[in-house]
């Protein structure tokens, strides 16, 4: 699957961006997704992820009740709706698939076998 996302931008502390990543292929709904971020000269961190059928949701402490990941498998499309921005959300957001994903392996950027290009999120004060 490929995987493209879209979105990113400049936005103000407070204020709100949605990405989107749109899938390749007619599997998508099969797949764990996920949202992870990196931030210069830090390493790649979960932001969250959502199961195949969009059920269920899992997020970092640090994005829990300011984010919000959905998908519409009709349009092979996953998002991340992100509000109360803040400074330290400033990074490349990535998305990321897995075909075997759960709630136990939903954290490790390892496990998830398709990444798309990353959008940038900038947050100014």
């Known amino acids: 699957v490929q995987l493209q996302a879209s979105g990113g931008g400049l936005v103000q502390t407070g204020g709100s961006l949605r990405l989107s990543c749109a899938a390749s292929?007619?599997?998508?709904?099969?797949?764990?997704m996920g949202w992870f971020r990196q931030a210069p000269g830090k390493e790649r961190e979960f932001v969250g992820a959502?199961?195949?059928?969009?059920?269920?949701?899992y997020y970092a402490d640090s994005v829990k009740g300011r984010f919000t990941i959905s998908r519409d498998n009709a349009k092979n499309t996953v998002f991340l709706q992100m509000n109360s921005l803040k400074s330290e959300d400033t990074a490349v957001y990535y998305c990321?698939?897995?075909?075997?994903?759960?709630?136990?392996?939903?954290?490790?950027?390892?496990?998830?076998?398709?990444w798309g290009q990353g959008t940038l999120v900038t947050v100014s004060s």
């Open positions: 990321a698939a897995d075909l075997g994903g759960s709630r136990y392996t939903a954290s490790n950027p390892g496990r998830f076998e398709y």
């Open positions: 292929g007619r599997a998508f709904s099969r797949y764990f």
């Open positions: 959502i199961s195949w059928s969009g059920s269920n949701t």
